[in-house]
């Protein structure tokens, strides 16, 4: 199984990125996909889950209102997409995949979004 980010970049405050999480290597089944971030010099966070079939949601309180996340089975892809960045989302963006709750799972390499101020 591989999962590849895509979508990182530099912008400024207020502005909106897309991060793209591409799986293959197997079937598209994970029951649970998400996006966590990692800042320099801080733990790992979760920023937002998402089940196989997209009924159930789930966000950081941080970036409620700002950030969505889906997934296209078809495409084996999960996106999130980030509204009004703000320089505290400054991190790198990890995409997991699960087969089953509680476990570490499968991640991606990691893509770099830094918002400035």
């Known amino acids: 199984v591989q999962l590849v980010e895509s979508g990182g970049g530099l912008v400024q405050a207020g502005d909106s990125l897309r991060l793209s999480c591409a799986a293959s290597?197997?079937?598209?089944?994970?029951?649970?996909m998400g996006w966590y971030r990692q800042a320099p010099g801080k733990q790992r966070e979760l920023v937002a889950t998402?089940?196989?079939?997209?009924?159930?949601?789930t966000y950081a309180d941080s970036v409620k209102g700002r950030f969505a996340i889906s997934r296209d089975n078809a495409k084996n892809t999960i996106y999130l997409q980030m509204n009004s960045l703000k320089p505290e989302d400054t991190a790198v963006y990890y995409c997991?995949?699960?087969?089953?709750?509680?476990?570490?799972?499968?991640w991606g390499q990691g893509t770099q979004v830094t918002v400035s101020s």
């Open positions: 998402i089940t196989h079939g997209g009924e159930i949601t």
């Open positions: 290597g197997s079937t598209f089944d994970f029951y649970v």
């Open positions: 997991n995949g699960k087969y089953i709750l509680g476990t570490n799972g499968y």
